[in-house]
């Protein structure tokens, strides 16, 4: 239809309502097009004008450069108003299409910038988290654009620009790449770990480095089996680090899963008890034992006890100086823990992490941990750009154990005895410890304590298949151990050690090294994790428990 034609009929009042439409109908899909845009911009609006900003100098909202931006943004609806209402708007939004196609440098220009714009998504997720409609919306505007300008034939009959078949092509390619780790990841081939799924809403959790996890997390973001939180249950949370997280098992082998079978007698049906794991990386206690952190974790799971699993290697502050790889703990004046205020935004932007997946669940987020090429360039990135926060540090005190050093950094938490290094850190995690429990008890939820013992690679060596002492060369497996355990009793606490319970049963190393990865000393295997939640059982759950060596509930 012509443009003259066009004009008349917008013009003549005595066309019906469809003669007067027509103009548009013809051309349905395309407004159709122009309209979406319109609800997304309005969504990213919405989204903006929704958000408080700081310092909020205008209208007790805005800060100036968020209310100038907010101005800015409003001025598209112009764009849109014109596009939509104008006869000649689709006419106009195909020469517009048309002038980029046919300059190449402006189209890859613009697709540089979307690349751009999505990259930073993926990279900064907890700044984009802000303006989750927003985010969604200017995705679906860049991936309409793009797909507009890419494939859209304007000027019937014109040759496809070099330019486009060469971005069709790279698309092609970066789309067989991703389908091939797709294929390879089913089969458990793809050499790639990513953990990028963890506290978002069915994220995506894939590793291979100790062990072989594939998984997704759950609708609250943990990597576990969806919770039940039926009524009129007891429901007992498992709290602590990697040990307890499980990414080198199945969610369904975890030993919260494995000790919620054990409590419910095998029931599938009118089960009383509920067990929920909640295990982080190596986050430390500074994080898992937040009491700042309880009331956005655990209290809207409403539990009725937390079980805290301690590792006796990793989860003591066996650093010594601020501004490392966790949070630095010290104690105040009052002789109560507080992390230096260097170290406040790591543990701020670990706690976000954390409480990410009990939010608006985010499409883009969710895509992301799904996507394996999205997330090597993502991970690529993060390593070459210091200023990005990586928000899983993935350490541990044991990384460093070796030949002399056989807990690492955390050798001096095993010397025989004992110093000021060793009793300064059994009161900072003791104190941590009495924090988290004094905010259980504020909610009526009782606490119990659990120990993860560590053996290096030369206990295994030198054990043998025989009996074993704690007491190896010149160290005390069981000091830090003995600790913990005389401040439970003192707070009553009630407490159970894994490695004194193991001794208790006479496993031999080579039984206890089958319940690690990495030959022992790595994070538990599939049985390893069924076997501690037969201990918790046998302690905690039965009516005999104190009989099991290493375990205390009075």
Same mark, same amino acid.
């Given at each position: 239809?012509?443009?003259?034609?066009?004009?008349?009929?917008?013009? /003549?009042?005595?066309?019906?309502?469809?003669?007067?439409?027509?103009?548009?109908?013809?051309?349905?899909?395309?407004?159709?097009?122009?309209?979406?845009?319109?609800?997304?911009?309005?969504?990213?609006?919405?989204?903006?004008?929704?958000?408080?900003?700081?310092?909020?100098?205008?209208?007790?909202?805005?800060?100036?450069?968020?209310?100038?931006?907010?101005?800015?943004?409003?001025?598209?609806?112009?764009?849109?108003?014109?596009?939509?209402?104008?006869?000649?708007?689709?006419?106009?939004?195909?020469?517009?299409?048309?002038?980029?196609?046919?300059?190449?440098?402006?189209?890859?220009?613009?697709?540089?910038?979307?690349?751009?714009?999505?990259?930073?998504?993926?990279?900064?997720?907890?700044?984009?988290?802000?303006?989750?409609?927003?985010?969604?919306?200017?995705?679906?505007?860049?991936?309409?654009?793009?797909?507009?300008?890419?494939?859209?034939?304007?000027?019937?009959?014109?040759?496809?620009?070099?330019?486009?078949?060469?971005?069709?092509?790279?698309?092609?390619?970066?789309?067989?790449?991703?389908?091939?780790?797709?294929?390879?990841?089913?089969?458990?081939?793809?050499?790639?770990?990513?953990? /990028?799924?963890?506290?978002?809403?069915?994220?995506?959790?894939?590793?291979?480095?100790?062990?072989?996890?594939?998984?997704?997390?759950?609708?609250?973001?943990?990597?576990?089996?969806?919770?039940?939180?039926?009524?009129?249950?007891?429901?007992?949370?498992?709290?602590?680090?990697?040990?307890?997280?499980?990414?080198?098992?199945?969610?369904?082998?975890?030993?919260?899963?494995?000790?919620?079978?054990?409590?419910?007698?095998?029931?599938?049906?009118?089960?009383?008890?509920?067990?929920?794991?909640?295990?982080?990386?190596?986050?430390?206690?500074?994080?898992?034992?937040?009491?700042?952190?309880?009331?956005?974790?655990?209290?809207?799971?409403?539990?009725?006890?937390?079980?805290?699993?301690?590792?006796?290697?990793?989860?003591?502050?066996?650093?010594?100086?601020?501004?490392?790889?966790?949070?630095?703990?010290?104690?105040?004046?009052?002789?109560?823990?507080?992390?230096?205020?260097?170290?406040?935004?790591?543990?701020?932007?670990?706690?976000?992490?954390?409480?990410?997946?009990?939010?608006?669940?985010?499409?883009?987020?969710?895509?992301?941990?799904?996507?394996?090429?999205?997330?090597?360039?993502?991970?690529?990135?993060?390593?070459?750009?210091?200023?990005?926060?990586?928000?899983?540090?993935?350490?541990?005190?044991?990384?460093?154990?070796?030949?002399?050093?056989?807990?690492?950094?955390?050798?001096?938490?095993?010397?025989?005895?004992?110093?000021?290094?060793?009793?300064?850190?059994?009161?900072?995690?003791?104190?941590?410890?009495?924090?988290?429990?004094?905010?259980?008890?504020?909610?009526?939820?009782?606490?119990?304590?659990?120990?993860?013992?560590?053996?290096?690679?030369?206990?295994?060596?030198?054990?043998?298949?025989?009996?074993?002492?704690?007491?190896?060369?010149?160290?005390?497996?069981?000091?830090?151990?003995?600790?913990?355990?005389?401040?439970?009793?003192? /707070?009553?606490?009630?407490?159970?050690?894994?490695?004194?319970?193991?001794?208790?049963?006479?496993?031999?190393?080579?039984?206890?090294?089958?319940?690690?990865?990495?030959?022992?000393?790595?994070?538990?295997?599939?049985?390893?994790?069924?076997?501690?939640?037969?201990?918790?059982?046998?302690?905690?759950?039965?009516?005999?428990?104190?009989?099991?060596?290493?375990?205390?509930?009075?």
């Amino acid at each position: 239809m012509d443009a003259s034609r066009k004009k008349s009929m917008e013009n /003549n009042p005595s066309l019906s309502l469809e003669e007067r439409l027509e103009p548009w109908l013809v051309q349905a899909e395309w407004v159709l097009l122009e309209i979406i845009g319109a609800i997304l911009w309005v969504a990213g609006f919405v989204d903006l004008f929704t958000h408080r900003s700081e310092p909020p100098t205008i209208l007790g909202l805005y800060s100036i450069p968020f209310a100038i931006f907010l101005v800015v943004y409003s001025l598209g609806f112009i764009f849109w108003y014109r596009l939509i209402t104008d006869v000649h708007g689709v006419d106009r939004l195909k020469q517009w299409i048309g002038y980029v196609q046919k300059r190449g440098w402006l189209g890859l220009l613009m697709l540089l910038g979307f690349a751009g714009a999505i990259i930073s998504m993926f990279l900064i997720p907890e700044r984009w988290a802000r303006f989750p409609l927003l985010e969604i919306a200017l995705l679906i505007l860049m991936g309409m654009t793009a797909g507009l300008v890419l494939f859209a034939r304007v000027t019937p009959g014109e040759r496809v620009q070099t330019w486009r078949r060469a971005a069709i092509g790279l698309l092609a390619v970066l789309a067989l790449v991703e389908g091939t780790f797709q294929l390879l990841s089913f089969f458990g081939w793809l050499p790639y770990q990513t953990i /990028n799924g963890l506290y978002t809403f069915t994220g995506r959790v894939y590793q291979t480095a100790e062990g072989f996890g594939h998984g997704r997390a759950n609708h609250y973001g943990w990597y576990y089996p969806e919770f039940r939180l039926a009524d009129d249950t007891t429901r007992i949370i498992l709290t602590g680090d990697s040990y307890l997280l499980g990414l080198q098992v199945k969610p369904e082998e975890n030993m919260g899963v494995v000790l919620d079978d054990l409590i419910n007698g095998g029931s599938t049906k009118d089960q009383p008890f509920e067990v929920m794991s909640l295990g982080m990386p190596d986050y430390g206690p500074t994080i898992y034992l937040s009491d700042i952190l309880y009331p956005f974790t655990l209290t809207p799971l409403e539990p009725n006890e937390v079980v805290v699993l301690f590792h006796l290697a990793n989860d003591f502050q066996t650093w010594s100086e601020p501004g490392g790889p966790l949070p630095f703990v010290e104690l105040d004046e009052n002789d109560w823990p507080l992390v230096v205020e260097a170290d406040q935004p790591l543990r701020h932007d670990l706690w976000h992490t954390v409480i990410r997946g009990y939010e608006t669940p985010n499409p883009v987020h969710v895509i992301q941990t799904h996507l394996f090429l999205a997330n090597m360039l993502r991970d690529w990135l993060r390593t070459d750009f210091d200023f990005l926060v990586d928000v899983y540090p993935g350490y541990a005190s044991t990384a460093g154990a070796g030949v002399g050093r056989p807990f690492g950094e955390s050798d001096f938490m095993f010397a025989r005895d004992g110093g000021a290094r060793f009793d300064e850190n059994i009161e900072i995690a003791t104190k941590q410890i009495l924090t988290f429990k004094a905010q259980l008890e504020a909610d009526g939820v009782s606490m119990r304590l659990v120990t993860i013992p560590y053996f290096p690679a030369g206990f295994y060596a030198e054990a043998g298949s025989g009996a074993w002492s704690p007491e190896w060369q010149e160290y005390d497996l069981f000091a830090p151990d003995r600790a913990l355990e005389k401040f439970a009793g003192e /707070n009553g606490i009630p407490f159970l050690s894994l490695g004194q319970a193991m001794q208790g049963r006479g496993l031999t190393a080579g039984q206890i090294q089958r319940l690690f990865f990495k030959e022992g000393t790595g994070r538990f295997t599939a049985e390893g994790h069924a076997f501690v939640a037969g201990l918790i059982f046998d302690c905690f759950y039965q009516p005999d428990g104190g009989a099991t060596a290493g375990c205390s509930v009075d």
